[in-house]
């Protein structure tokens, strides 16, 4: 079992920058296969980063350029530092862990 818990959302206005912190516990052995997705009100939650089963990072074409995923693997914790927000990111931002383990989301506004 595996229990993920985000924070670090809010509000912040377009241009802004935030940085979303998830902390795993459980069954873990690696921040491999931790990832983010999105999901925006009326639509269906998306990837918007993760860590590959190699260790890479990909990113949606949407937040490349804008968005990088980092991690710790001492603390089995995994970042998102998200860069020139647009109105568009606005989203309930959910850590993930091989999209088997959830955590229970962290609101992201990106409004002025």
């Known amino acids: 079992q595996v229990q993920l818990v985000e924070s670090g959302g809010g509000l912040v206005q377009p241009g802004g920058s935030l940085r979303l912190s998830c902390a795993a516990s459980?069954?873990?052995?690696?921040?491999?296969?931790m990832s983010w997705y999105r999901q925006a009100p009326g639509k269906e939650r998306e990837l918007a980063a993760a860590?590959?089963?190699?260790?890479?990072?990909k990113y949606a074409e949407s937040v490349k350029g804008r968005f990088t995923i980092s991690g710790d693997n001492a603390k089995n914790t995994v970042y998102l530092q998200m860069n020139s927000l647009k109105p568009e990111d606005t989203a309930v931002y959910y850590c993930?862990?091989?999209?088997?383990?959830w955590g229970q989301g962290t609101q992201v506004t990106v409004s002025s």
């Open positions: 459980g069954s873990i052995f690696s921040i491999n296969g």
């Open positions: 860590f590959t089963s190699g260790g890479n990072k």
């Open positions: 993930s862990y091989w999209a088997r383990y």
